[in-house]
């Protein structure tokens, strides 16, 4: 049999401040290959999206090799793909409302929505926090965990998941089989203490355009064959296809809204924690060389802007952890040519919970997926 596609909307009782005490459906694609045979046992895996690109078009892009989560779920796991509120095929509270845009960012909705002109924020807050974005995790590891039957889920993140998937790992070890963080943001020295009051004063979304993704994207590439022609394009599409209201938005090829969210508890303590991390949940760091966004350089004066990755490896406080550095690639390596090889890392790991036989170190990969211990 071939793998199954469906897509969940799973009930949950937002604690988001805009829409709090609200019943909402969050969005979640499955992709099921355990009828292929390959494993003994269902192996469930939930993938999580990062600030500014909704889950489908980072973990699912139907173009040739892109679809990690397709990868998975042929080698037999059952995969599981989530929106955030604020993100994708989600809910989106007081996003709809292009006067709930930054101020920055007003000036782009032009020429659409027709008749629109810039002006303060309807809705003067933060959208999202790390204790909503937690909240909205756990109900779906609580669904996966009724209705497939499984104990425990195996968690890949991408960029700004680490916040949620980080803590969450932490503090419910044990429905956490192993944390996959790919290009993981940390700041080391980042705030335990959520601000108060809740929410903050502010506003919900951002405004994301076509070119901000290729200038940001063009800056990280540094060798030949990084990035395939048209990836942009290809990218972009996907991310407007999950944005139905964005599309309208703007330029003929339309805007990204990107949820505005406050967060706090991760940092080197929280990474630390009771030694879960590393400990009864396995730990693997992936990240490109070229990856500007991960590695802050030159270090930043604000704790909270100050990101390093092996600051986040050295922090992890058990001894089943590892860490391997991509050549050839970004901080968008989802979309690059060396995501076939995030593609085979992750299956081994899922199944091994390994790197080349090994449960603790730093690697280098190569573009042919070759490891070897990093100098």
């Keep these: 049999m071939p793998v199954t596609v469906t897509d969940h909307a799973i009930r949950h009782k937002s604690t988001v401040p ?34 500014s690109v909704p889950v489908l078009a980072g973990f699912d892009l139907q173009y040739k090799t892109y679809s990690w989560a397709d990868a998975l779920a042929k080698a037999g796991y059952d995969v599981f793909m989530m929106d955030l509120q604020g993100s994708g095929l989600s809910p989106r509270p007081k996003m709809d409302d292009p006067r709930n845009a930054s101020p920055g960012n007003q000036a782009l909705l032009t020429p659409r929505p027709p008749g629109f002109t810039p002006g303060p924020v309807k ?29 425990k889920v195996a968690f ?80 972009w599409a996907a ?25 706090w508890g991760w940092n080197k303590t929280t990474a630390a924690q009771g030694g879960v991390l590393g400990g009864s949940v396995p730990v693997l760091i992936v990240y490109g060389e070229h990856d500007r966004q991960v590695n802050t350089s030159p270090p930043s004066s604000d704790p909270e802007l100050n990101f390093s990755v092996p600051a986040l490896y050295n922090a992890v406080a058990g001894s089943h952890k590892l860490m391997v550095k991509l050549a050839c690639a970004g901080h968008s390596v989802v ?20 790197v080349d036989g090994k449960t603790q170190g730093v690697f ?12």
């Design 18 to 51: 805009a829409n709090e005490g609200q019943m909402v459906d969050l969005f979640v694609r499955e992709r099921d290959g355990t009828s292929l045979g390959h494993l003994a046992e269902r192996k469930a895996v939930l993938m999580l999206h990062g600030r």
């Design 123 to 151: 809705y003067d807050r933060q959208l999202n926090n790390s204790n909503s974005d937690q909240a909205e995790l756990h109900t779906v590891v609580k669904w996966i965990r009724e209705k497939r039957h499984v104990e």
């Design 156 to 235: 890949i993140g991408w960029s700004a998941a680490a916040f949620t998937m980080g803590p969450y790992a932490v503090k419910n070890p044990g429905t956490v089989e192993s944390l996959f963080l790919l290009a993981p943001i940390f700041p080391p020295d980042g705030t335990s203490t959520p601000p108060n009051p809740l929410p903050l004063p502010g506003f919900p979304m951002f405004l994301g355009t076509r070119w901000g993704v290729e200038s940001g994207w063009n800056a990280e590439l540094r060798c030949e064959g990084q990035r395939e022609p048209g990836m942009v394009e290809r990218a």
């Design 239 to 263: 991310i407007m296809d999950n944005d139905p209201v964005g599309r309208t938005w703007g330029p003929p090829e339309g805007l990204n809204r990107i949820r505005n969210f406050v967060r």
């Design 335 to 354: 979309w690059e040519t060396q995501h076939k090889n995030v593609h085979n890392l992750s299956k081994h790991w899922l199944k091994h919970l390994k």
């Design 364 to 375: 280098d990969m190569n573009t042919n997926g070759d490891l070897s211990p990093a100098p």
